[in-house]
């Protein structure tokens, strides 16, 4: 039997699925496709004979979307098919096949495409269209509908299934995307990650391995990331892989899995045909055998989902990298919105050692601005990029590059040409250039322990130095850390002393979701998002956030109490006492704060207490701890003296109770000094004002109202047992009317709406109130009882109602008791033990019942009457247990004269069984059993405990017993603070004249300023900035308090422990590195030396005398300054020597790629015998008015340089400029291209550049400042098709004053104006311009003009706003705010900042 590797040739004896299987990568079986379709479609039925609507939509909706790329047209290659697809020795001495059978299978004719003719389609190699002509892959290879898609399985790895695709190189993004997130069901990712790096396997230090793998992990998984690689099971993917794989074998199932998306080249992959299936392979089973893939790939079984790329073509690496470019850059554009966060995709480049492809990987991340992180001691490119990072880039040159080639490439140094290392050293130093977007990874340095961390890191270093068109940029920061979920970094990235809080409430809107028309938005953005944070459970963001705000007591008690609402509607207990207890926490930073507060100025903190804030919805920081039942926050000592001082009124809080009992009684005393009033002003007032001050204090209203009550009850008492006449005396309609004056006062109650909270609100307000509820009854009965009063014939009942009544308003007394230090606690212990006597007496009802009825049964034969049944049930089980035994239930004082014997008698019981001889028959010593165990129940167990239940409530009430009356106080202090001063019945007065206010003159309702009080905005903001300063105060001695802490100490101590072992293991390689510098400058000095003794040498031979062009340029003497290796000091920024943007690589809407020029090689006056510049000139619609380039360059010898050539000034602001091979040669240096570009002319393009400037105005007119300088706002413009703004200017056409740009912008009847402000401005800069269309024969030069309008009111400048326009396409015209951060066109950047240096403004 042949080996099954080998069954697809002859198809008579084995399977052709056990040919893919094995031999994929050449699929070597005629008509492949064919045949293996048939077997999937047999293999798909046996499969999915149930029937998946979701994999049929899937297999239509693929071939229809996706395509393949396959070659129609087979053209013999000189190469044969030794490709290392089929390693046929291996398998001819492993199944001894014949020499001859391995020799024909490995030299086979192979097609351009690098497919063998077996191959292709039968068309593709009889193909008369194409015949005879060179294979090109443009006509030659065309697209067909995909036929490798569906679930792969790793054979022999287990069940993991994943995703796989077979995809053109030409497919939309977007198509990929809806495959991804609506097909394969993936979430939309909060962060995309892009492993680059080498794709062989190659060593790495076993602890940064470790530290690689945890952080890369950890990101993905806290941040719901996506990790996209090459897909293959080798170097970094492999490593990524690996990472993956131990995260799913450590994590449980609910931590999900790791979306690891590997795109590779389909023609690479070794073992492919196992994929091939028409109808979706559900699972396709792939084998990995790296022992006999060669030069091919195996795929990686760790990675979730694949996307192979197709170009048509068999062993070609890197055909997937323009795909997943645009893949990438497709996703990173798209918004992601969770938890109310609106964000777009952030992207991350973290590269792992790597080799010239990755370099470009790098610089293409680089130029598109996708952060990259390096992981220094990975090796190769990412070590040389690590070590040359923190310098300065004139100090990268060729020669350090090709010294940290020779150490780092050992193996392949010999293959790095002379234009290679020019290349790479141009590169790096682009890279290195954009400091902002580059990160280095160097585990145990800067803090680093992750490379989570520094992944996050670069993504906000990057978003840092972006512009968000005049707007802080910190909340884009914030929505990343959001949509992460990682409050580290929002702690030590985003909320640190360097940003500035005071921001509009516009930036924070998408922070967060509300509910439509349930929560109105206000200008507090710190205030929303704390909420956001408290319901999302996010608590440490929740903390950091707080520690921002403002209004941050009347915030932590708002917390608190959306917590503890929170925590009733928690079915899980855990959760529920989470919240409980973050609640709590945030009550005591509210107590900490306020007695911060209270310390400092007991007046101001008392205002707080009674603000109105506005961001909370118009309460009180007092209102809402007692909405949230905060009573360690209301039993505060500052509180407390605030309510007692709101409970005297305008009395002094020291004249004691006697005194004023005393003045009540005596109202004259108060004319004299036995009473002492709290403001001065009122001691030598009139009568009128002393009164009105003493009788409107609450404490006189309170006393009043218990002698009033006092004298209600008296009077009632009296009525209903001595003067109860069916005609109502004089005393009785009295009665009446004090209880009207009652009902109307409990109306205003219910009525009394200052704060606008309407009749719903304010009802169920006044309901929750047990002591209102206790009223509403008392005075129903009362009205039910005087009902049945005046109805003859119900003239008894209704004195009965009005008993009831009276016990009620009895009850009420205890009310009024609360305010006594004394009973007040004793009131709140009986209402707490009334509960407990509840839940008593649903378990003696227990026994009551069962004792009773079987009692019942047994003593008594079927008694009919329904009220002595219940009499012997309930009533004597229940009266046993306090002693009052039935004489009949043991039969010793059985007496039938106190029974029934046949319970007719009403008045009587009915006599227990008995005989003929009148003896009871009943059982007694059942009943006497009975009636001991159950007197043993109840009067033992039952009754103690209740005494036990009463006990507990006692000491737990006692222990809080301060802290519970002191918060009960509060509602007896605000209700005789809002009450009318006179008592009932005499209140009627006020509720007259209330009546008439309200109703008649439709006057509101005012709240009296000591509760609650609206200030002043200056007053306001005043008071919210000290209680802001006093609360950085209160975290500062928490901090201390936690650094004092023992435990704390212990952790301190232990990392620094971990520092100092960290430095000590970094000092060998520290020294390592001082030693190799000291050595390179040695070797210099001596390299020196040696060319010094040489031209001595050759000066003597010459008698003596030596040509001083000779004479070698000399080093300095002294060895180069040492610098410790691996120092993380970041070099100082200066302005580039040479231009920058003109020697990007690519030329600017071209496909031309730059000879690269490093640095060192820019000026014309150093040798770079290796320059070779392309030649480009682009074709322009403008031909007449361009200089013309035809077959040579004759027709250039009529140009006239450096001088006016008709109408084109070719003249140069630098002076005069070089002209070589007749054309001239830029005055900046070298740009690494030759001709024309996009230019018009060669030479300079003349352009004009005008900067119209105005200062930045407050709400009110002032100037805005920053960091006591003025800022200024530019005028400027963006094209639709470009992502930089650019100053309203641009290139001269010749004779012409304004540039065509600015007229874009510009009405035609405003030109002249404009022009005169033009003369009238102030010139800042004359001179070349940095621009990426420069080359070496053609640059742009310009002349920028300042445009300033001083004043905000200018006529000139409200002429240019109505005469700005649009044009097609319409360019967007911006008023920008001035600063650094600007992403301006070219050098505009460097214009501005000499117009803010002119003008003394901030930049």
Same mark, same amino acid.
């Given at each position: $039997?042949?080996?099954?590797?080998?069954?697809?040739?002859?198809?008579?004896?084995?399977?052709?699925?056990?040919?893919?299987?094995?031999?994929?990568?050449?699929?070597?079986?005629?008509?492949?496709?064919?045949?293996?379709?048939?077997?999937?479609?047999? %293999?798909?039925?046996?499969?999915?004979?149930?029937?998946?609507?979701?994999?049929?939509?899937?297999?239509?909706?693929?071939?229809?979307?996706? %395509?393949? %790329?396959?070659?129609?047209?087979?053209?013999?290659?000189?190469?044969?098919?030794?490709?290392?697809?089929?390693?046929?020795?291996?398998?001819?001495?492993?199944?001894?096949?014949?020499?001859?059978?391995?020799?024909?299978?490995?030299?086979?004719?192979?097609?351009?495409?690098?497919?063998?003719?077996?191959?292709?389609?039968?068309?593709?190699?009889?193909?008369?269209?194409?015949?005879?002509?060179?294979?090109?892959?443009?006509?030659?290879?065309?697209?067909?509908?995909?036929?490798?898609?569906? *679930?792969?399985?790793?054979?022999?790895?287990?069940?993991?299934?994943?995703?796989? @695709?077979?995809?053109?190189?030409?497919?939309?993004?977007?198509?990929?995307?809806?495959?991804?997130?609506?097909?394969?069901?993936?979430?939309?990712?909060?962060?995309?990650?892009?492993?680059?790096?080498?794709?062989?396997?190659?060593?790495?230090?076993?602890?940064?391995? /470790?530290?690689?793998?945890?952080?890369?992990?950890?990101?993905?998984?806290?941040?719901? &990331?996506?990790?996209?690689?090459?897909?293959?099971?080798?170097?970094?993917?492999?490593?990524?892989?690996? &990472?993956?794989?131990?995260?799913?074998?450590?994590?449980?199932?609910?931590?999900?899995?790791?979306?690891?998306?590997?795109?590779?080249?389909?023609?690479?992959?070794?073992?492919?045909?196992?994929?091939?299936?028409?109808?979706?392979?559900?699972?396709?089973?792939?084998?990995?055998?790296?022992?006999?893939?060669?030069?091919?790939?195996?795929?990686?079984?760790?990675?979730?989902?694949?996307?192979?790329?197709?170009?048509?073509?068999?062993?070609?690496?890197?055909?997937?990298?323009?795909?997943?470019?645009?893949?990438?850059?497709?996703?990173?554009?798209?918004?992601? @919105?969770?938890?109310?966060?609106?964000?777009?995709?952030?992207?991350?480049? @973290?590269?792992?050692?790597?080799?010239?492809?990755?370099?470009?990987?790098?610089?293409?991340?680089?130029?598109?601005?996708?952060?990259?992180?390096?992981?220094?001691?990975?090796?190769?490119?990412?070590?040389?990029?690590?070590?040359?990072?923190?310098?300065?880039?004139?100090?990268?040159?060729?020669?350090?590059?090709?010294?940290?080639?020779?150490?780092?490439?050992?193996?392949?140094?010999?293959?790095?040409?002379?234009?290679?290392?020019?290349?790479?050293?141009?590169?790096?130093?682009?890279?290195?250039?954009?400091?902002?977007?580059?990160?280095?990874?160097?585990?145990?340095?800067?803090?680093?322990?992750?490379?989570?961390?520094?992944?996050?890191?670069?993504?906000?270093?990057?978003?840092?130095?972006?512009?968000?068109?005049?707007?802080?940029?910190?909340?884009?920061?914030?929505?990343?850390?959001?949509?992460?979920?990682?409050?580290?970094?929002?702690?030590?990235?985003?909320?640190? *002393?360097?940003?500035?809080?005071?921001?509009?409430?516009?930036?924070?809107?998408?922070?967060?979701?509300?509910?439509?028309?349930?929560?109105?938005?206000?200008?507090?953005?710190?205030?929303?998002?704390?909420?956001?944070?408290?319901?999302?459970?996010?608590?440490?963001?929740?903390?950091?956030?707080?520690?921002?705000?403002?209004?941050?007591?009347?915030?932590?008690?708002?917390?608190?109490?959306?917590?503890?609402?929170?925590?009733?509607?928690?079915?899980?207990?855990?959760? $529920?006492?989470?919240?409980?207890?973050?609640?709590?926490?945030?009550?005591?930073?509210?107590?900490?704060?306020?007695?911060?507060?209270?310390?400092?100025?007991?007046?101001?903190?008392?205002?707080?207490?009674?603000?109105?804030?506005?961001?909370?919805?118009?309460?009180?920081?007092?209102?809402?701890?007692?909405?949230?039942?905060?009573?360690?926050?209301?039993?505060?000592?500052?509180?407390?003296?605030?309510?007692?001082?709101?409970?005297?009124?305008?009395?002094?809080?020291?004249?004691?109770?006697?005194?004023?009992?005393?003045?009540?009684?005596?109202?004259?005393?108060?004319?004299?000094?036995?009473?002492?009033?709290?403001?001065?002003?009122?001691?030598?007032?009139?009568?009128?004002?002393?009164?009105?001050?003493?009788?409107?204090?609450?404490?006189?209203?309170?006393?009043?109202?218990?002698?009033?009550?006092?004298?209600?009850?008296?009077?009632?008492?009296?009525?209903?047992?001595?003067?109860?006449?069916?005609?109502?005396?004089?005393?009785?309609?009295?009665?009446?009317?004090?209880?009207?004056?009652?009902?109307?006062?409990?109306?205003?109650?219910?009525?009394?709406?200052?704060?606008?909270?309407?009749?719903?609100?304010?009802?169920?307000?006044?309901?929750?109130?047990?002591?209102?509820?206790?009223?509403?009854?008392?005075?129903?009965?009362?009205?039910?009882?005087?009902?049945?009063?005046?109805?003859?014939?119900?003239?008894?009942?209704?004195?009965?109602?009005?008993?009831?009544?009276?016990?009620?308003?009895?009850?009420?007394?205890?009310?009024?008791?609360?305010?006594?230090?004394?009973?007040?606690?004793?009131?709140?212990?009986?209402?707490?033990?009334?509960?407990?006597?509840?839940?008593?007496?649903?378990?003696? &009802?227990?026994?009551?019942?069962?004792?009773?009825?079987?009692?019942?049964?047994?003593?008594?034969?079927?008694?009919?009457?329904? *009220?002595?049944?219940?009499?012997?049930?309930?009533?004597?089980?229940?009266?046993?247990?306090?002693?009052?035994?039935?004489?009949?239930?043991?039969?010793?004082?059985?007496?039938?004269?106190?029974?029934?014997?046949?319970?007719?008698?009403?008045?009587?019981?009915?006599?227990?069984?008995?005989?003929?001889?009148?003896?009871?028959?009943?059982?007694?010593?059942?009943?006497?059993?009975?009636?001991?165990?159950?007197?043993?129940?109840?009067?033992?167990? !039952?009754?103690?405990?209740?005494?036990?239940?009463?006990?507990?409530?006692?000491?737990?009430?006692?222990?809080?017993?301060?802290?519970?009356?002191?918060?009960?106080?509060?509602?007896?202090?605000?209700?005789?603070?809002?009450?009318?001063?006179?008592?009932?019945?005499?209140?009627?007065?006020?509720?007259?004249?209330?009546?008439?206010?309200?109703?008649?003159?439709?006057?509101?309702?005012?709240?009296?300023?000591?509760?609650?009080?609206?200030?002043?905005?200056?007053?306001?903001?005043?008071?919210?900035?000290?209680?802001?300063?006093?609360?950085?105060?209160?975290?500062?001695?928490?901090?201390?308090?936690?650094?004092?802490?023992?435990?704390?100490?212990?952790?301190?101590?232990?990392?620094?422990?971990?520092?100092?072992?960290?430095?000590?293991?970094?000092?060998?390689?520290?020294?390592?590195?001082?030693?190799?510098?000291?050595?390179?400058?040695?070797?210099?000095?001596?390299?020196?030396?040696?060319?010094?003794?040489?031209?001595?040498?050759?000066?003597?031979?010459?008698?003596?005398?030596?040509?001083?062009?000779?004479?070698?340029?000399?080093?300095?003497?002294?060895?180069?300054?040492?610098?410790?290796?691996?120092?993380?000091?970041?070099?100082?920024?200066?302005?580039?020597?040479?231009?920058?943007?003109?020697?990007?690589?690519?030329?600017?809407?071209?496909?031309?790629?730059?000879?690269?020029?490093?640095?060192?090689?820019?000026?014309?006056?150093?040798?770079?015998?290796?320059?070779?510049?392309?030649?480009?000139?682009?074709?322009?619609?403008?031909?007449?008015?361009?200089?013309?380039?035809?077959?040579?360059?004759?027709? !250039?010898?009529?140009? /006239?340089?450096?001088?006016?050539?008709?109408?084109?000034?070719?003249?140069?602001?630098?002076?005069?400029? &070089?002209?070589?091979?007749?054309?001239?040669?830029?005055?900046?240096?070298?740009?690494?291209?030759?001709?024309?570009?996009?230019?018009?002319?060669?030479?300079?393009?003349?352009?004009?550049?005008?900067?119209?400037?105005?200062?930045?105005?407050? $709400?009110?007119?002032?100037?805005?400042?920053?960091?006591?300088?003025?800022?200024?706002?530019?005028?400027?413009?963006?094209?639709?098709?470009?992502?930089?703004?650019?100053?309203?200017?641009?290139?001269?056409?010749?004779?012409?004053?304004?540039?065509?740009?600015?007229?874009?912008?510009?009405?035609?009847?405003?030109?002249?104006?404009?022009?005169?402000?033009?003369?009238?401005?102030?010139?800042?800069?004359?001179?070349?311009?940095? *621009?990426?269309?420069?080359?070496?024969?053609?640059?742009?030069?310009?002349?920028?003009?300042?445009?300033?309008?001083?004043?905000?009111?200018?006529?000139?400048?409200?002429?240019?706003?109505?005469?700005?326009?649009?044009?097609?396409?319409?360019?967007?015209?911006?008023?920008?705010?001035?600063?650094?951060?600007?992403?301006?066109?070219?050098?505009?950047?460097?214009?501005?900042?000499?117009?803010?240096?002119?003008?003394?403004?901030?930049?």
């Amino acid at each position: $039997m042949l080996p099954p590797e080998l069954n697809g040739v002859c198809p008579d004896e084995g399977d052709s699925y056990v040919v893919h299987s094995k031999i994929c990568d050449l699929e070597m079986v005629p008509n492949l496709r064919r045949s293996n379709s048939g077997f999937c479609k047999s %293999k798909r039925k046996a499969h999915f004979a149930t029937g998946n609507n979701e994999k049929e939509n899937l297999s239509s909706w693929i071939p229809e979307n996706i %395509k393949k %790329k396959e070659c129609v047209y087979f053209v013999e290659s000189s190469q044969m098919s030794d490709t290392g697809q089929w390693p046929m020795s291996k398998l001819g001495r492993r199944y001894n096949l014949p020499r001859s059978w391995c020799w024909a299978f490995s030299k086979r004719v192979m097609c351009e495409c690098g497919y063998p003719r077996e191959q292709h389609l039968e068309e593709a190699t009889k193909s008369s269209v194409f015949l005879g002509k060179e294979w090109d892959p443009k006509r030659h290879i065309q697209e067909m509908p995909t036929d490798a898609f569906g *679930d792969i399985s790793f054979a022999g790895l287990g069940p993991k299934v994943g995703k796989y @695709v077979r995809v053109s190189v030409d497919t939309p993004p977007c198509i990929i995307y809806q495959l991804m997130t609506q097909h394969w069901g993936l979430d939309v990712p909060n962060l995309l990650i892009s492993v680059t790096g080498g794709a062989k396997n190659f060593n790495m230090m076993p602890r940064l391995k /470790n530290v690689f793998r945890r952080g890369l992990v950890k990101v993905a998984q806290t941040t719901g &990331a996506w990790i996209i690689t090459g897909g293959s099971h080798a170097g970094v993917m492999k490593q990524v892989g690996e &990472a993956v794989r131990d995260f799913s074998m450590s994590s449980s199932c609910k931590e999900g899995e790791i979306v690891t998306i590997g795109i590779a080249t389909w023609g690479t992959v070794y073992n492919r045909g196992s994929l091939i299936c028409p109808m979706g392979g559900f699972p396709a089973e792939y084998v990995l055998d790296e022992e006999s893939q060669g030069n091919l790939s195996c795929l990686d079984s760790n990675h979730s989902h694949f996307i192979l790329v197709d170009d048509g073509t068999h062993g070609r690496y890197g055909v997937e990298i323009s795909l997943r470019t645009r893949l990438e850059k497709f996703i990173s554009e798209q918004t992601k @919105v969770k938890g109310g966060v609106a964000i777009k995709i952030p992207i991350v480049c @973290v590269v792992l050692e790597g080799g010239p492809g990755t370099l470009d990987t790098i610089y293409n991340a680089i130029t598109n601005g996708t952060p990259c992180v390096i992981v220094e001691g990975s090796g190769r490119v990412a070590d040389v990029i690590a070590q040359v990072a923190n310098r300065p880039v004139p100090e990268i040159t060729i020669s350090l590059i090709q010294k940290k080639l020779s150490i780092l490439f050992q193996d392949t140094y010999e293959l790095f040409t002379e234009g290679k290392i020019v290349e790479w050293t141009k590169k790096i130093q682009d890279i290195v250039r954009s400091r902002q977007l580059l990160t280095i990874f160097r585990e145990g340095k800067d803090g680093q322990q992750d490379v989570d961390v520094a992944i996050l890191q670069a993504l906000l270093k990057a978003s840092r130095n972006r512009d968000h068109f005049g707007h802080e940029n910190w909340d884009h920061q914030l929505k990343l850390a959001v949509a992460w979920n990682r409050v580290d970094i929002a702690r030590s990235e985003i909320f640190t *002393d360097d940003h500035e809080w005071k921001v509009q409430g516009v930036s924070l809107r998408s922070l967060y979701k509300r509910s439509a028309g349930r929560v109105t938005f206000t200008m507090d953005p710190v205030r929303d998002l704390l909420i956001w944070a408290i319901v999302q459970s996010r608590k440490e963001l929740a903390e950091i956030i707080w520690a921002q705000s403002q209004d941050c007591i009347a915030g932590a008690l708002a917390c608190s109490k959306i917590l503890k609402e929170l925590s009733k509607e928690e079915d899980d207990t855990d959760s $529920m006492e989470e919240m409980l207890t973050l609640a709590e926490e945030y009550e005591h930073r509210a107590i900490g704060v306020f007695t911060e507060c209270y310390r400092k100025d007991e007046e101001r903190a008392q205002k707080l207490l009674i603000r109105v804030s506005e961001a909370w919805g118009k309460t009180t920081c007092l209102q809402l701890a007692l909405e949230a039942k905060n009573m360690n926050f209301v039993s505060h000592g500052g509180i407390q003296a605030f309510l007692t001082k709101v409970w005297w009124g305008k009395l002094c809080v020291d004249n004691g109770l006697w005194r004023v009992i005393l003045c009540v009684v005596f109202f004259p005393l108060i004319y004299t000094s036995f009473v002492t009033f709290r403001e001065k002003r009122l001691q030598p007032m009139s009568c009128l004002t002393r009164t009105r001050a003493f009788f409107t204090a609450p404490v006189i209203i309170f006393h009043l109202n218990i002698l009033s009550y006092f004298s209600f009850l008296w009077l009632f008492a009296y009525i209903l047992m001595i003067d109860f006449q069916p005609t109502p005396s004089w005393r009785e309609y009295v009665i009446y009317f004090w209880l009207f004056s009652l009902v109307c006062e409990e109306t205003r109650q219910l009525f009394y709406d200052p704060d606008g909270f309407g009749l719903l609100k304010m009802a169920s307000l006044y309901f929750s109130d047990f002591w209102n509820k206790l009223d509403v009854c008392a005075i129903l009965i009362f009205i039910a009882g005087l009902t049945c009063r005046w109805i003859p014939s119900t003239l008894y009942p209704g004195r009965i109602i009005l008993s009831l009544a009276f016990i009620i308003f009895c009850l009420r007394l205890m009310h009024i008791f609360t305010v006594s230090k004394t009973l007040g606690p004793k009131i709140i212990i009986v209402k707490r033990m009334m509960k407990d006597v509840f839940f008593f007496l649903f378990l003696l &009802a227990v026994w009551v019942v069962s004792f009773g009825v079987a009692k019942q049964a047994i003593l008594i034969h079927n008694e009919e009457r329904v *009220d002595w049944i219940f009499r012997g049930v309930v009533y004597h089980s229940y009266l046993t247990i306090f002693g009052q035994i039935p004489s009949y239930i043991d039969g010793v004082n059985f007496n039938l004269d106190q029974c029934s014997p046949n319970g007719t008698d009403p008045y009587k019981p009915k006599c227990p069984e008995s005989n003929k001889d009148k003896r009871p028959v009943f059982p007694e010593w059942l009943t006497v059993i009975l009636l001991c165990l159950y007197l043993l129940f109840t009067n033992i167990l !039952l009754l103690n405990l209740l005494i036990a239940m009463f006990n507990y409530t006692f000491q737990q009430v006692q222990e809080h017993t301060d802290q519970i009356w002191k918060f009960q106080r509060h509602d007896l202090i605000e209700e005789y603070h809002s009450r009318p001063a006179a008592p009932p019945p005499f209140i009627l007065f006020n509720h007259l004249q209330l009546f008439v206010k309200r109703v008649l003159l439709r006057q509101p309702a005012k709240r009296h300023k000591q509760l609650k009080e609206k200030l002043e905005k200056n007053e306001e903001a005043a008071l919210l900035s000290w209680e802001m300063y006093l609360k950085e105060n209160y975290l500062q001695h928490q901090q201390c308090r936690e650094k004092q802490n023992m435990e704390q100490k212990i952790r301190d101590v232990a990392q620094r422990v971990d520092v100092l072992v960290e430095l000590l293991d970094l000092d060998r390689v520290k020294r390592t590195g001082l030693v190799e510098q000291r050595l390179t400058g040695l070797e210099e000095q001596m390299s020196q030396t040696a060319k010094t003794l040489a031209w001595i040498v050759r000066a003597l031979r010459g008698n003596g005398f030596g040509s001083e062009e000779d004479v070698p340029t000399m080093v300095p003497s002294k060895a180069p300054e040492l610098k410790e290796y691996g120092s993380e000091e970041k070099p100082e920024e200066t302005t580039a020597l040479y231009h920058v943007s003109a020697r990007n690589l690519l030329y600017p809407s071209s496909s031309t790629v730059r000879f690269p020029v490093p640095d060192e090689k820019v000026p014309w006056e150093v040798e770079f015998q290796i320059y070779d510049p392309p030649f480009y000139t682009a074709d322009r619609k403008e031909v007449a008015a361009s200089d013309l380039l035809r077959d040579s360059l004759e027709a !250039l010898s009529k140009i /006239n340089y450096n001088a006016m050539d008709g109408l084109i000034n070719r003249q140069s602001f630098h002076g005069t400029y &070089a002209i070589q091979n007749r054309l001239p040669l830029n005055p900046m240096g070298r740009t690494g291209l030759r001709g024309r570009g996009s230019l018009r002319f060669f030479g300079p393009n003349r352009a004009l550049h005008p900067i119209v400037t105005r200062w930045r105005r407050n $709400m009110d007119g002032s100037i805005y400042r920053k960091s006591l300088k003025k800022m200024l706002e530019v005028l400027v413009v963006k094209s639709p098709v470009s992502d930089h703004w650019a100053l309203p200017g641009g290139s001269l056409e010749p004779g012409e004053s304004l540039p065509l740009k600015l007229k874009r912008v510009l009405r035609r009847e405003f030109w002249p104006q404009f022009q005169n402000l033009l003369n009238q401005g102030a010139e800042v800069y004359k001179g070349y311009v940095d *621009d990426p269309r420069n080359t070496d024969n053609a640059w742009i030069e310009t002349v920028a003009i300042n445009m300033h309008f001083e004043d905000q009111s200018d006529v000139q400048m409200k002429r240019l706003n109505s005469f700005l326009q649009g044009s097609d396409p319409e360019p967007c015209v911006w008023w920008q705010l001035v600063d650094k951060r600007i992403p301006l066109y070219a050098n505009h950047r460097e214009l501005l900042q000499k117009v803010t240096a002119l003008l003394g403004a901030y930049y």
